[in-house]
């Protein structure tokens, strides 16, 4: 745990993390299988980005036909703005270009643009990118951004770590459609929430088991078992994607046992055996510690862990809402009225346990 946090709080600070071209793919491909004309005709908008070597700029423009898209746009954040002072270094891709400018370098953002072909090669791919400096550094929140936001149908990137909430905010106040890379532990606080209890975002395909690894110039900072010498990127868990476009992982129906054969059978030592699962101490609900142990035939409440996102899909479960809510007083009906004492977590035993949500079944699945 004390680990995890190190590493959050020093990716918290960074914010100069690379995504991989093939956790990208993997990604995207999931929305396209799902509708293969998700971005046709769409502006697609790569912000907090680094087009001249970006692996999202890279991906779209590569795809930019098979898409169908109509406009990709990327913007990089300049380099005297970043939290992380790098000894800055333009590439020689635009140092070579008539438009290169010493002063801007570091202190603009820069635009890249596609949407024709420009090389007349009669493709339009990363070749017809085009690019200029930006009036200023890029930053998101600048107006210069917002109106390439507000051009944009769909906002995709991987934004800065310390900043999440603030961006998100920023695509769900202009009303976008999104794909962005965040951690799981954002999920209970309350801006965000709210938008998964209300189906407005959920998570996406999502990364092998939640390690995602990413490249970043200062690796070395972190300690084994984060940073791979081997592969110079560094591994962080419970990492997801968060979105409002459709896949279809989330239409899948998880397999569940009765509560009776997950008494009998269930591969967890934790609820094999037992008489009955537990009921929690301060609320009228049961405790489901996994969630392939939720049972097929409970329709009272359920309090399961924050992983069940990745499983969840809308037409079998009802979110009801978080412990957080409960604490907060929105959920004033599972509070069991004998419990005097905090309604902060669901308690055990007088145990305090990790964030849960509340769930029931939309419909019996047996
Ligand atoms: C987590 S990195 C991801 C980079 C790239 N999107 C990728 O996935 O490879 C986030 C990037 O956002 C940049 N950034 C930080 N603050 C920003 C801001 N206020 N506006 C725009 N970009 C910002 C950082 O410098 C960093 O390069």
Redesign the pocket.
């Known amino acids: 745990m004390a680990n995890k946090s190190l590493q959050l709080a020093k990716a918290e600070k960074n914010?100069?993390?690379?995504?991989q071209y093939h956790d990208?793919e993997k990604e995207i491909t999931a929305y396209i299988e799902y509708n293969p004309d998700v971005f046709r005709g769409k502006t697609i908008l790569?912000?907090?980005?680094?087009p001249e070597w970006?692996?999202?700029t890279k991906f779209f423009a590569q795809n930019f036909e098979r898409f169908g898209l109509k406009k990709l746009i990327s913007?990089?954040?300049a380099a005297d703005?970043?939290?992380?002072k790098s000894d800055y270094q333009p590439t020689l891709f635009e140092t070579s270009d008539s438009q290169y400018n010493k002063n801007k370098t570091s202190k603009n953002?820069k635009i890249f643009t596609l949407a024709k072909d420009k090389t007349g090669d009669g493709k339009i791919n990363v070749d017809d990118l085009e690019w200029y400096y930006l009036e200023g550094?890029?930053?998101?929140?600048?107006d210069e951004?917002k109106k390439l936001r507000d051009e944009a149908d769909i906002i995709i990137?991987?934004?800065?770590?310390?900043?999440f909430r603030e961006?998100l905010m920023w695509i769900i106040e202009a009303n976008k459609q999104f794909v962005i890379?965040g951690n799981l532990s954002i999920i209970t606080t309350k801006e965000v929430f709210p938008l998964i209890k209300n189906n407005k975002m959920w998570l996406g395909k999502g990364f092998h088991a939640g390690n995602a690894y990413?490249?970043t110039p200062f690796a070395k900072e972190y300690a084994e078992g984060v940073y791979n010498p081997k592969t110079g990127l560094v591994k962080f868990r419970n990492c997801c994607w968060f979105t409002n476009l459709d896949h279809g992982r989330r239409h899948q129906f998880l397999p569940l046992m009765t509560m009776a054969d997950n008494l009998k059978y269930s591969k967890h030592k934790e609820i094999k055996g037992k008489k009955s699962y537990d009921h929690y101490d301060n609320y009228k609900a049961i405790e489901v510690p996994f969630t392939d142990a939720i049972p097929s035939d409970y329709d009272g409440v359920m309090g399961v862990p924050v992983s069940f996102l990745n499983k969840h899909n809308p037409d079998q479960f009802e979110i009801l809402g978080s412990d957080y809510n409960v604490k907060e007083g929105l959920l004033p009906k599972i509070v069991n009225p004998k419990w005097k004492d905090k309604i902060d977590r669901g308690y055990l035993n007088n145990k305090r346990l990790y964030t849960r949500i509340l769930i029931k079944h939309k419909k019996k699945t047996i």
């Not at 914010?15 to 995504?19: H, L, P, Q, V």
């Not at 550094?137 to 600048?142: E, P």
């Open positions: 914010d100069e993390f690379y995504t990208i790569l912000p907090c980005d680094d970006s692996n999202f913007t990089s954040y703005s970043k939290n992380y953002g550094d890029g930053d998101f929140r600048s951004i990137t991987n934004p800065p770590f310390s900043l961006f890379i990413f490249s």
